[in-house]
């Protein structure tokens, strides 16, 4: 049978996007992609890269009464949210028209529409168009969900955060993961009055529970009014007006009765799966809706293929793109290669930022018999200038091999420092690899290879 492609990719985010132009400008392979929003997905326009600059943005509010500690006759400014707003349009504009000559320059052929799936070999796009394809990559990514309850589509989720008008005087955030933390952080740094609420016993859940605790910790001492243990009863209008942005006035179960400007839902996210016909032609979905694949990202139609967060196995924007590029080598170069989703480092871009790889204390510790690692100090930047702030660093260390099982970082910065930490856990090194490292002295990274005694085992 011919065939109008030889691959055909469903969503230009990043990791489909990667699939897209190796295929086509690698392995001479024709294709074709469709996507129904912007070119560059959650992570460029609407995720990763956005709020990385807005934690840009956030950190400069403290630098100047820190510099007047170094002697500096600096003034405190004010936050200006239309002229970053604006920079920061203009920015996604320029990386999507640079996603888009990407694809452009390898030959593949783009379609702005939405793509379901007709039956194992024909896309039907939103023009009407069908389209055939030997192969179909499905890379639709996932998106931020509103919680089930009475008025909650008077909140917003993170997708809406770039486009506020204006900042809002106070903010409810509700949520205790990753991105809760770190709009919390990020709204408080640009003078947002912010509280938090948590239903769990602590923030960050599944990351090392000693760090979890200083970020939290952290978190307070900035004023955060962060509140764990805590749901909301009810929320409705605060005055007229009542859509999503509006103010709202929330009941909690801590027995608080409050109105915030805005109320931002972090409570989790749902692969972008629905109505593309995947069930219909036999393949498999989760109880999330997250497509089941194999571990070359196969589906149960041969095929048909998915990679990305549609599929909800590690969630972050570099695994997706590692994912599209064993997909090209499995199918298109005949070499199968399987994803590697072990020893993925992460960071967390709290403030202070939290880096991870590995397993956490807690998690070695039901595995295997450890050695735990672990300083806490005020670093000495900051210590200069009077403030309270405390980083962490910790090792966990395996009894039997010495390999180092995790590595947890919370200090400025952590994201930086994991990813040099990452090749040597990846690598398996021992903690007598740390130990032969010598330090680079006066830096907080140094405690990683000078920590000598284990303060506990397990």
Known sequence: MNFDYDLFVIGGGSGGVRAARVAASETGAKVGLAEDDRYGGTCVIRGCVPKKLMVFAS????????????????????FNWTTFRGKLNAELDRLEGVYRKLLANAGVTTYDARAIIKDAHTITLSSGED????????????????????????????????????????????????????????????????????????????????????????????????????????????????????????????????????????????????NMGLEEVGITLGRKGQIEVDEYSQTAVPSIYAIGDVTDRVNLTPVAIREGMAFVETVFRGNPTPVDHELIASAIFTQPEFGTVGLSEEAAAEQEPIEVYCT???????????????????????????????????????????????????????????????????????????????????
Not at 399 to 413: D, F, M, T
């Open 131 to 274: 389209i055939t394809a030997k192969h179909i990559l499905v890379a639709t990514g996932g998106r931020p969900v509103r919680p089930e309850r009475e008025n909650a589509d008077l909140g917003i989720v993170s997708d809406d955060i770039f486009h506020l008008d204006e900042l809002p005087k106070s903010i409810l955030i509700i949520g205790g993961g990753y991105i809760a933390c770190e709009f919390a952080c990020i709204m408080h740094g640009l003078g947002v009055e912010v509280t938090q609420y948590y239903r769990g016993a602590q923030v960050l859940r599944g990351f090392d529970e000693e760090g979890r605790g200083l970020v939290a910790e952290s978190m307070r001492e900035r004023g955060i009014d962060l509140h764990t243990g805590t749901d909301i009863i009810e929320m409705g209008p605060a005055g007229p007006g009542g859509k999503a942005g509006d103010p709202v006035r929330v009941k909690a179960t801590n027995g608080s009765e409050r109105v915030f400007d805005t109320v931002l839902f972090a409570t989790g996210r749902a692969p972008n799966s629905d």
């Open 376 to 458: 806490s100090f005020r670093p000495m930047q900051t210590a200069f200038a009077d403030k309270p702030d405390r980083v962490m660093m910790k090792l966990v260390v395996s009894k039997a091999s010495r390999r180092v099982l995790g590595c947890h970082i919370v200090a400025p910065n952590a994201g930086e420092m994991i990813q040099l930490a990452g090749i040597a856990v990846k690598m398996g090194a021992t903690k007598e690899d740390f130990d032969r490292t010598v330090a680079v002295h006066p830096t907080m990274s140094e405690e990683i290879v000078t920590m000598k005694t284990p303060i506990r085992t397990a």
């Open 59 to 78: 950190e400069y509010g403290e630098m100047a009464s820190e510099a007047r500690s170094y002697g500096w006759d600096i003034g405190d400014g004010d």
